[in-house]
């Protein structure tokens, strides 16, 4: 028999009562980390082709890299390094079956978060 009431019914879940969890907002992170890093990573092999090339080209990219947008890109690259580390990690640790509990992995989730902006500070300040 057709359920009647199909049109009336909320999704699961709705956007209404959907909260997004630390964990699946920290998951997301790690991937889109990993993407943003190609920024970075693009940006260092252009600088290091333009150095193969000639004086004049390398001096262009060398003036991109050591601009403020070039120093903010590269900034927000490391951060995105420790990120992206902190969550392979994290994923090796539940791959182990322990942290699986939703109090302690949104522990973990504020700690990726806290300790790769420490760590981000301290790779800038020793480099």
């Known amino acids: ?26 998951s997301i992170f790690v991937r889109i ?12 092999v252009w600088w290091f082709l333009s150095a193969a090339t000639s004086p004049e080209y390398f001096a262009v990219a060398d003036g991109v890299i050591t601009s403020w947008f070039g120093d903010l890109i590269m900034a927000l690259s490391v951060w995105a390094l420790w990120y992206h580390a902190l969550g392979g990690l994290r994923h090796i640790y539940w791959d182990t079956g322990r942290g699986l509990e939703i109090e ?24």
């Open 1 to 26: 028999m057709a359920d009647v009431n199909r049109g009336n019914r909320p999704l699961s879940p709705h956007l209404s009562i959907y909260r997004p969890q630390m964990t699946s907002i920290s």
């Open 33 to 44: 980390t990993g993407t943003g890093l190609l920024v970075g990573a693009l940006l260092v």
């Open 104 to 127: 302690f992995a949104e522990k973990l989730g504020l700690v990726m978060i806290v300790l790769s902006v420490v760590l981000t500070v301290l790779t800038l300040l020793i480099v």
